[in-house]
């Protein structure tokens, strides 16, 4: 059974860090694409961050240079670190999984989700 767990959300002020985590289970993450989405209330569900299994990275412009995404094969754990987080980023945070051929921009490509973490930022 396949299992993504995310974890590490909270409340954070603005300027502040967090660092959420994806747990993966029943499946091997290096051999797979991951991505991170978030989703507001009444917005859609947006791409934030990804990376293909030769470790290309790819971030959204609205987060590119202040969120980084890892990966650490031996927990099969990914990472998204969020730094200079601002009101606006405030939102559900998911990860999934796509196949390494994906367009990892499209929700629509991934095959498996997390429920999600909440990340809320305070001015």
């Known amino acids: 059974q396949v299992q993504l767990v995310e974890s590490g959300g909270g409340l954070a002020q603005a300027g502040g860090s967090l660092r959420l985590s994806c747990a993966a289970s029943?499946?091997?993450?290096?051999?797979?694409?991951m991505g991170w989405f978030r989703q507001a209330p009444g917005k859609e569900r947006e791409f934030v961050a990804g990376?293909?299994?030769?470790?290309?990275?790819y971030y959204a412009d609205y987060v590119k240079g202040r969120f980084t995404i890892s990966r650490d094969n031996a927990k099969n754990t990914v990472y998204l670190q969020m730094n200079s987080l601002k009101p606006e980023d405030t939102a559900v945070y998911y990860c999934?999984?796509?196949?390494?051929?994906?367009?990892?921009?499209?929700?629509?490509?991934?095959?498996?989700w997390g429920q999600g973490t909440q990340v809320t930022v305070s001015s």
């Open positions: 029943g499946l091997t993450l290096s051999n797979l694409s």
């Open positions: 999934a999984t796509a196949n390494r051929w994906a367009d990892l921009r499209n929700a629509a490509e991934y095959d498996y």
């Open positions: 990376f293909r299994r030769n470790y290309s990275t």
